[in-house]
């Protein structure tokens, strides 16, 4: 019993220093591409930045740059191919989750298939089939392509709720004399909340990410906030390149709780919502 129970607490001190490394990491990152974003020189070997300066912000927000108009499209490209993907994912998760029907494995190997198939080869193929059915170079061909690139992830998060929820609730409320629509909205999507914040921000962050994609189906006519980072990040330039991370992950952050506040304001419990990654 002693050896046992040293080893659980080796154990949990083991994930406790692997989870402090993966933070710290990620802290560190971050706090190095904001210190960059504010950088104007900073020559080797200088452990300091030699001059700082607004130069990245300035490009970023300047009326000559993409930088607020695709800015403004990535967030609307990015919440309705989030909202896209999260309600697929759930109508697939409660019907993978819930029923019994045939054909049930076939349809969760195909909810998968962008996981398995590679990027390059998946964008192509898109870019194909939206050529042909008129959809390539438009705004709606880059949200349904963004939100098929997510949806393996919007269902995955949200069969993970829909299969510890199960159906109780919705039987005990349609017993108790409550129609389908009341059942919908005052039971199931509430039971549901914690999925739905955490696959709309998977979306959102997924589809704000996308470059090839993007690229591809929008033809270069459609220009997300991705687009306009981009050049800057192969030319080396960090500055503006840290500059536009920042905003991204400001404006990520913005979002997040934009949906968290929502889902309140419908006196939807969210407390304890997790964002799986």
């Not at 220009?223 to 330039?237: E, H, I, K, N």
């Not at 913005?254 to 407390?271: E, G, I, T």
Request: net charge positive.
């Amino acid at each position: 019993m002693i050896r046992r129970g040293q080893g659980r607490r080796v154990s949990l001190t083991a994930a406790r220093l692997l989870v402090a490394v993966q933070l710290a990491i990620v802290v560190v990152t971050l706090a190095l591409m904001a210190v960059w974003s504010f950088v104007d020189a900073w020559p080797w070997p200088q452990l300091a930045p030699a001059s700082w300066s607004l130069r990245g912000y300035a490009v970023v927000f300047s009326g000559s740059s993409d930088g607020w108009p695709s800015l403004a499209l990535s967030v609307g490209i990015g919440a309705a191919s989030s909202l896209v993907a999260t309600v697929a994912g759930a109508m697939g998760a409660r019907a993978l989750c819930c029923r019994e029907w045939r054909g049930k494995a076939v349809f969760r190997f195909a909810t998968m298939l962008p996981f398995l198939i590679p990027g390059t080869v998946f964008a192509m193929g898109v870019q194909v089939a939206f050529i042909r059915m008129g959809l390539a170079r438009t705004v709606p061909g880059v949200v349904l392509a963004h939100a098929i690139v997510a949806l393996p992830y919007a269902s995955a998060l949200m069969a993970d709720v829909v299969r510890a929820q199960g159906t109780r609730l919705d039987d005990a409320a349609r017993v108790l004399g409550a129609g389908r629509l009341a059942t919908l909205f005052q039971v199931t999507i509430p039971s549901l909340a914690p999925g739905l914040l955490s696959a709309l921000s998977m979306g959102f962050i997924i589809s704000c990410s996308q470059y090839f994609l993007t690229l591809l189906v929008g033809g270069g006519k459609v220009r997300t906030f991705a687009l306009a980072m981009f050049p800057y990040v192969a030319g080396g330039d960090r500055t503006i390149a840290a500059a536009y991370g920042v905003v991204f992950m400001a404006v990520t952050l913005a979002v997040f709780c934009v949906f968290r506040l929502l889902l309140r304001r419908l006196s939807w419990n969210v407390d304890d919502a997790v964002l799986y990654e």
